[in-house]
């Protein structure tokens, strides 16, 4: 079953949108309980966790947990303060408003900017942490998302929202190839497109030297 199917039949992306639209409504403590929340070793999560889970059923406990870390990256992602200066961490805009791809924001950090007048652009993942990331499985793939994902909210743009619909499949759907490739084309393609756009730069400020 692919990804698209998937989202057909349980409307995964339009659960991701609202639970973004409601996270950004969040007062900052509730924020900041799911940002530190874990259902691991019997822990007890957050509270705000529980009316989202009798809101959307995330299934039994082996599913809820892989929700409860959707749900705490994603409040990760979400800009702190208070509501009417936040928006949702997925919400799309526009890439130059640094909407992003989950593979292009691993990439760019949600940065329009990113790369420009660099000769060697630098990656906000580096392509081996990128391939260990996409390789990793079950407990240790949630690990490494959560903590990239925790360098990329430092990062990124206040304002800018990632297709969080992209995190979801990676981590409820670890079997899926395609979702992984998807991220890896994106990455790749953002890599690429900053480098072409150096190497542009760079043989227009040699022409006019040369001139």
């Not at 639209?21 to 509270?47: C, H, K, N, V």
């Not at 580096?126 to 990331?133: G, K, M, T, W």
Request: with cysteine.
């Amino acid at each position: 079953m692919q990804p698209d199917d998937i989202d057909r039949k349980t409307n995964l992306g339009d659960t991701i949108y609202q639970i973004g639209q409601t996270l950004s409504d969040l007062d900052p403590g509730a924020l900041a309980s799911l940002r530190r929340m874990s259902l691991e070793g019997g822990q007890a999560g957050a509270p705000y966790f529980w009316r989202l889970d009798a809101r959307y059923d995330f299934g039994g406990d082996e599913r809820r947990q892989t929700w409860a870390r959707i749900v705490q990256i994603m409040a990760i992602l979400t800009d702190k303060g208070r509501a009417e200066d936040k928006r949702s961490p997925h919400q799309p805009a526009n890439k130059d408003n640094g909407w992003r791809g989950l593979g292009h924001a691993l990439c760019d950090a949600c940065d329009p900017a990113w790369g420009q007048g660099e000769i060697e652009p630098r990656p906000m993942l580096s392509e081996l942490r990128f391939a260990r990331l996409l390789a990793a499985r079950e407990a240790m793939r949630a690990e490494l998302i959560e903590r990239t994902v925790r360098a990329l909210a430092a990062k990124k743009p206040s304002g800018t929202g990632v297709n969080c619909t992209d995190l979801a499949r990676f981590l409820l759907y670890p079997d899926d190839a395609a979702i992984v490739r998807k991220l890896a084309r994106d990455y790749y393609a953002r890599l690429d497109r900053g480098a072409a756009n150096n190497n542009d730069d760079t043989d227009s400020s040699m022409t006019g030297d040369a001139a």
